[in-house]
Each structure stands twice: as structure tokens, then as C-alpha cells.
């Protein structure tokens, strides 16, 4: 097994369903990954060791998923220079997602976080891939050959339409 590059990290086991899809993509993308439960509010000292180790141990990148009052990727992003990307989940605690995006989302100046949409793990699991490609040639082929799938299906749905009709 190769070192993990990027750090897959969540507020909850209860994200799990969510965060898998950031695990899936980044095993097809063939991106090696760490993924463990950290939380802000139950295990703060747990989420600081992660946070203030994670560079030393070789991560690139960390993905960080909270739901409700969601303060794990804005203080993981203030315990390092590592890139953090937030993905908001729609927690069964969560007022319709909105809390989670708008504390993942709304940082202060200095300490970003690249925020996806809500639940959109998948998207943070390519944009880590796209983070640690940019300087490693093997992954940044692996996107290419991968959005080159998307580009096709879409091509095929087109020609698909074309010749059975909408129906
Ligand atoms: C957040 O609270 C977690 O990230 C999770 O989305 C939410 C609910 O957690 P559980 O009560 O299901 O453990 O901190």
C-alpha cells in the first residue's frame, strides 16, 4: 500500500454514507487515502493531533464532511497549510442542509475552505485528486482518462436520442 496522499476525514460514522462516495472516487482515480472519524465538538483533541500531523505524515489534501453546526473543516483548516476541502452533509440534525453549508462555506478571511455543493463528496474526492495531480503526472492521467469517460457517455446519450428518438 502505497503512503496516503489525501485525508478523508468526518464529524460522524453517520456521514459514512455520504463520504463513502469521496472514498469511491478517489480509489477509482487510484489516489491513495486515509479515512477516519474525527469531530470538532465530541474528540476537539483528537481533531487538533489530526490536523498538526497531517502534513508531516504526507497528506496533500484533506477532505473534511460535517452535517449541522459544522466546524470540522474550517478548524482543521486553521490548524494547517494543507489545502481543506468542506463537504457540507444534510445530517439528520441539520436544518434542510442549510447550517452545514453556510459553516463550511462562509469562512472568515485567511482561512478558506473549498466548499462543495451539499452531499457532494464525490466532487471533493476529484477535487482532491485535481489538487495532487497538478504535480503528479500518474493521477492528473487518471483524470483525464476519467473525464474523457464522461465526455463519451454523454456522446453516446446524444447518439442514442438521435437514432431510438426521445421516447
Ligand atoms: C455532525 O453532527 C456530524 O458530522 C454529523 O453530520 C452530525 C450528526 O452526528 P451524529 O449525531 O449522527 O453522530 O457533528
Same mark, same amino acid.
Given at each position: 500500500?502505497?503512503?496516503?496522499?489525501?485525508?478523508?476525514?468526518?464529524?460522524?460514522?453517520?456521514?459514512?454514507?455520504?463520504?463513502?462516495? $469521496?472514498?469511491?472516487?478517489? /480509489?477509482?482515480?487510484?489516489?491513495? *487515502?486515509? &479515512?477516519?472519524?474525527?469531530?470538532?465538538?465530541?474528540?476537539?483533541?483528537?481533531?487538533? /493531533?489530526?490536523?498538526?500531523?497531517?502534513?508531516?505524515?504526507?497528506?496533500?489534501?484533506?477532505? $473534511?464532511? $460535517?452535517?449541522?453546526?459544522?466546524?470540522?473543516?474550517?478548524?482543521?483548516?486553521?490548524?494547517?497549510?494543507?489545502?481543506?476541502?468542506?463537504?457540507?452533509?444534510?445530517?439528520? =440534525?441539520?436544518?434542510?442542509?442549510?447550517?452545514?453549508?453556510?459553516?463550511?462555506?462562509?469562512?472568515?478571511?485567511?482561512?478558506?475552505? $473549498?466548499?462543495?455543493? &451539499?452531499?457532494?463528496?464525490? =466532487?471533493?474526492?476529484?477535487?482532491?485528486?485535481?489538487?495532487?495531480?497538478? *504535480?503528479? /503526472?500518474?493521477?492528473?492521467? =487518471?483524470?483525464?482518462?476519467?473525464?474523457?469517460?464522461?465526455?463519451?457517455?454523454?456522446?453516446?446519450?446524444?447518439?442514442?436520442?438521435?437514432?431510438?428518438?426521445?421516447?
Amino acid at each position: 500500500m502505497s503512503k496516503p496522499l489525501a485525508g478523508i476525514i468526518m464529524g460522524s460514522q453517520s456521514d459514512l454514507a455520504i463520504m463513502k462516495e $469521496a472514498a469511491d472516487i478517489l /480509489e477509482e482515480l487510484q489516489v491513495p *487515502f486515509e &479515512l477516519t472519524i474525527v469531530s470538532a465538538h465530541r474528540t476537539p483533541h483528537r481533531m487538533l /493531533e489530526y490536523a498538526e500531523s497531517a502534513k508531516s505524515r504526507g497528506l496533500k489534501v484533506i477532505i $473534511a464532511g $460535517a452535517g449541522g453546526a459544522a466546524h470540522l473543516p474550517g478548524m482543521v483548516a486553521s490548524l494547517t497549510t494543507l489545502p481543506v476541502i468542506g463537504v457540507p452533509v444534510k445530517s439528520r =440534525n441539520s436544518i434542510d442542509g442549510w447550517d452545514s453549508v453556510l459553516s463550511i462555506l462562509q469562512m472568515p478571511g485567511g482561512i478558506p475552505v $473549498a466548499t462543495v455543493a &451539499l452531499d457532494g463528496a464525490k =466532487n471533493a474526492g476529484i477535487l482532491a485528486a485535481e489538487i495532487i495531480g497538478a *504535480f503528479d /503526472e500518474e493521477i492528473s492521467d =487518471n483524470l483525464a482518462r476519467y473525464k474523457k469517460g464522461l465526455k463519451e457517455k454523454v456522446l453516446d446519450s446524444v447518439e442514442e436520442i438521435k437514432n431510438k428518438g426521445w421516447k
